[in-house]
């Protein structure tokens, strides 16, 4: 988790300074997500059980049926699929285990992988938000996505 914590070409699209994260700063966000009451934090990992990254279910919110979904994985991860099959999976638990009614997310409008990513998994584009987050000085526009259970029964490679 550190190494992608610390790799800049994937923190340029944090919202939070991660330059002086250390391993430390690290297991303290692991102790605090495991806590977390509302959440729900799953690791990626290969065939191998080698780390590839973290997927999660935050503000999960069971009276309105909605959670927000969250990933970051390694530069290792990238291309492989692992990420797609974690979505189809996380997904899954959020639709069939929890009975949500919809997950959500935002991100930076000018974060293109990510943004082609979500619309492949069969996230829906909501909305755009311009000059929604200050970012190392910078406001910058977020775009809204979400999925409802009827959407997550496309195949996550765009097709019916």
């Known amino acids: 988790m550190l190494e992608w914590m610390t790799d800049p070409d994937i923190t340029c699209y944090f919202r939070f300074d991660s330059s002086n994260v250390s391993l430390q700063t690290c297991e303290e966000y692991i102790e605090r ?5 509302n ?6 990992v290969d065939a191998n059980d080698e780390y590839l ?30 990420a797609m099959q974690a979505t189809k999976l996380l997904l899954e638990y959020a639709f069939d285990t929890l009975g949500l009614k919809k997950v959500y997310l935002n991100v930076l409008a000018d974060n293109g992988r990510a943004n082609a990513f979500y619309r492949k998994a069969g996230f829906c584009f909501v909305r755009e938000e311009p000059d929604a987050v200050e970012i190392r000085g910078w406001m910058k526009t977020l775009n809204w996505y979400e999925i409802c259970p009827s959407e997550k029964e496309k195949d996550y490679d765009g097709n019916e």
């Open 33 to 37: 997500a495991a806590k977390a009451e």
């Open 39 to 44: 959440a729900a934090h799953f690791a990626i």
């Open 53 to 82: 990254g973290t997927i999660s279910l935050k503000d999960i919110d069971r009276e309105r049926g909605c959670a927000e979904y969250a990933i970051s994985t390694r530069k290792k991860a990238h291309g492989t699929g692992a």
